[in-house]
């Protein structure tokens, strides 16, 4: 298949173009590198020494017999430049990672959280606007996060995107299938719920394939690919903006650095490995059914409680473990059950935490440990204005 990945410079989108390309797909990434321009503003960088990304498809092209292309584009600005690159590479496929991901980046101010509403909301109508114009068979697959569920009444096992419903309108019923009510906790998170509603009036409209991925929290560095090469190595986010909390906890205990549970640490939350990301996407990409309806999985692999995530790294590592104020309004008492039950059944082998794989984590993080600054571990975002 011919596969665009739109933010394939990215944490989760470098990883999966390389998986996509291994499987023998010919890949071109798109991307406008503005994570690495955002790293710049917050004086921070990953933790690895990640290469530019012309370096790193120089390497992946002379190691593999699949090509990778590269194209610098903004995709919430350059619609000519994203049509007439749609025309000429006539993809099948198109997997979107394109958007600013980081939730408290997304609540500093309001010029960040415009920028978020803007730069994840245009990239999503242009690219759906161009399939639906170009009237090509492309599907779309789409990163989305499990947070547009929200994190406060999932007591029982959380469907898949839809529920069936009765609607109680005075005395008569409707029987009807609707959306899971979106309940986000950031701006970041809003911008998800957006992208569904876009997700449902395009494939309404003009019916559209497309599969939306509820992603969790992916934790880990590299992947069989990104070890075949030292300049392939992937992103590592430890900072107070970026880093996502598993990272975080190991980075944070490789280096002596008491992890930074916020508040009670009760908030349960759902997980994947980002080798477990890049077979989704391949899952996803190679799954041919039809589908008359958005496609939406939820992809996770396992869930925790914040305060026993941190106690199992604290076993393996003796690491202290500081309760900060937490810098976000969200409920930190929530219960969460979630299944990957749709990727389970397009072939996803889970990938559990053991120990010996924060073990491996915490080589990586020591391994790079001069080039953190510790300055930056702290959360600054706050949610209260
Ligand atoms: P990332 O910030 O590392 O990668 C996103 C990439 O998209 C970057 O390379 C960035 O330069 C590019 N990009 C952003 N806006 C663009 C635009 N307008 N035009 C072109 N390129 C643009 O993020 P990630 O961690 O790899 O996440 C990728 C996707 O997966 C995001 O949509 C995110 O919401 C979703 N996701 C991530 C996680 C996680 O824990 N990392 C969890 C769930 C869902
Ligand atoms: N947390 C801590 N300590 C830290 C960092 C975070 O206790 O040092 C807590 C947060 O308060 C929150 C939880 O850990 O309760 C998760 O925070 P996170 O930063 O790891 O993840 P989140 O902000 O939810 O966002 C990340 C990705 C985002 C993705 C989302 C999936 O950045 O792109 O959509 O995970 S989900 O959590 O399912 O919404």
Redesign the pocket.
């Known amino acids: 298949m011919r596969i665009i990945v739109l933010g394939g410079d990215g944490f989760c989108g470098w990883a999966s173009a390389l998986r996509l390309s291994r499987k023998g797909h010919d890949v071109y990434i798109f991307d406008n590198l503005s994570r690495r321009k955002i790293d710049k503003e917050l004086n921070a960088s990953s933790l690895t020494p990640i290469k530019s990304i012309y370096q790193r498809i120089k390497v992946w092209n002379k190691i593999n017999k699949k090509k990778i292309k590269f194209y610098k584009i903004d995709i919430s600005k350059e619609i000519l430049k994203l049509e007439s690159l749609i025309k000429k590479i006539r993809p099948d496929t198109i997997v979107h990672f394109a958007e600013q ?3 408290p980046y997304s609540m500093i101010n309001l010029k960040t959280r415009n920028y978020t509403l803007s730069n994840n909301i245009l990239t999503n109508n242009n690219i759906l606007y161009l399939i639906a114009k170009l009237k090509r068979n492309i599907h779309l697959i789409h990163l989305g ?3 547009v569920y929200g994190y406060d009444f999932s007591k029982f096992l959380l469907p898949e995107g839809y529920y069936k419903a009765k609607l109680f309108i005075k005395k008569n019923i409707i029987n009807t299938k609707i959306l899971h009510p979106a309940n986000p906790g950031s701006i970041y ?1 809003l911008t998800k719920a957006q992208d569904e509603l876009l997700f449902q009036f395009y494939q309404k409209m003009y019916g559209l394939k497309i599969t939306d991925l509820h ?3 992916v934790w880990g560095t590299n992947t069989k690919e990104t070890l075949l090469h030292p300049d392939l190595i992937n992103r590592y986010d430890y900072d107070g903006d970026y880093g ?2 598993l990272n ?1 906890f190991i980075m944070q205990a490789a280096l002596n650095y008491p992890l ?3 508040g009670s ?1 009760n ?1 349960v ?2 997980f994947i490995n980002i080798n477990n990301t890049a077979d989704c996407i391949l899952l996803a990409a190679q799954n041919k059914k039809k589908f008359n309806e958005v496609k939406i999985f939820n992809q996770l692999t396992e869930t925790f409680r ?1 305060k026993n995530l941190a106690k199992k790294i604290q076993k393996l590592t003796n690491c202290k473990i500081m309760h900060h104020k ?1 810098p ?1 309004i ?1 409920n930190e008492n929530n219960t969460l059950v979630a299944k990957p039950m749709g990727l389970i059944e397009l072939g996803l082998k889970p990938i559990k935490l053991s120990d010996n794989l924060i073990k491996n984590e915490l080589a990586v993080s020591k391994r790079y440990s001069f080039r953190a600054d510790l300055n930056k571990i702290r ?1 600054k975002s706050q949610w209260r204005i």
């Open positions: 991901r980081s939730a996060t499990m947070g998170h992603q969790g929290v996502t909390v975080r930074t549970l916020h640490g908030q939350r759902p914040l937490n976000r969200e959360a």
